[in-house]
């Protein structure tokens, strides 16, 4: 059995390096890899994606992991760079249902018992990265999170 793990920007994998170098010497068909990485990968266009391929004789195992929560968040809210060198300005703002959307796709990398720790986590994120949540600080939501304030709104 051989592993390959690469970084891979979301569908557009190539034959070129990283992949067909890595996977030519084990013989393997190299074209279908590649689309079927490119098939698993298109949601994450614009971001580097951890793939890992798994070749057992005939068989091959693609799994695509999860971008890092900054990256999804900033991909979110459409936003190039996080600040996260200033503690008066802010980069921008995020609802909670972009959270939940966020939340959704980073689900099970997450250590969180709950969805609405899940949510609360990525509030924690966004403390790092200057950003609002709801036109508010983070960790003011964050508290109200706690204080079940937003308990109808995080639902997954």
Known sequence: ????E???EGGKATPGPPLGPALGPLGANIKEIVKSVNERTKDYEG??????ITLDGDKVDITVGVPPTAALIKKEIGLEKA????????TGDISLEQLKEVAKKKREGMLAS?????????VGTCVSMRLKVEGKDAKEIQK??????YDEVIVE
């Open 1 to 4: 059995m051989n592993v390959v």
């Open 6 to 8: 690469v970084l891979i």
């Open 47 to 52: 971001m580097v994606v951890p793939v890992k």
């Open 83 to 90: 600040q996260t060198d200033s503690t008066t300005d802010y």
């Open 114 to 122: 709950s969805f609405k720790a899940a949510i609360k986590e990525l």
């Open 144 to 149: 109200e999170i706690d204080a079940g304030v």
